[in-house]
């Protein structure tokens, strides 16, 4: 069975860095697309990243272009999210979702995103 896990969330100062993780096991012979994506409070999940398989594609949002950065160790199954000059509104949980039938493009995570999720990690940035 495919299973993810985030972690690496934590309480950070604005303006303060994280850097979260989604490890990944049981993909088999497949290319999957391992996407980010957040909820805070009253608000709904939005889909901030994507790596391709490869790594060899990739997208974030833009309203965090220049912030975050994404990346993949394949040999370990993991892929990073580094977070850095945090703002209060990046409070939320971030989860990290997998699916084998997107593509991870410039135009972002598509609403069907998310054929396996992992549980999410909370950042919280203080002011």
């Known amino acids: 069975d495919v299973q993810l896990q985030a972690s690496g969330g934590g309480l950070v100062q604005a303006g303060g860095s994280l850097r979260l993780s989604c490890a990944a096991s049981g993909f088999i012979n497949d290319d999957y697309v391992i996407g980010w994506f957040r909820q805070a409070p009253g608000k709904e999940r939005e889909g901030i990243s994507c790596?391709?398989?490869?790594?060899?594609?990739?997208y974030i949002a833009k309203s965090m272009k220049g912030r975050f950065t994404i990346s993949s160790d394949n040999a370990k199954n993991v892929v990073y999210l580094q977070m850095s000059s945090l703002k209060s509104e990046d409070t939320a949980v971030y989860l990290c979702?997998?699916?084998?039938?997107?593509?991870?493009?410039?135009?972002?995570?598509?609403?069907?995103?998310?054929?396996?999720w992992g549980h999410g990690t909370e950042v919280t940035v203080s002011s």
């Open positions: 790596i391709s398989d490869s790594g060899g594609s990739t």
């Open positions: 979702a997998a699916d084998r039938d997107y593509h991870c493009s410039e135009y972002g995570l598509p609403p069907g995103f998310g054929e396996y």
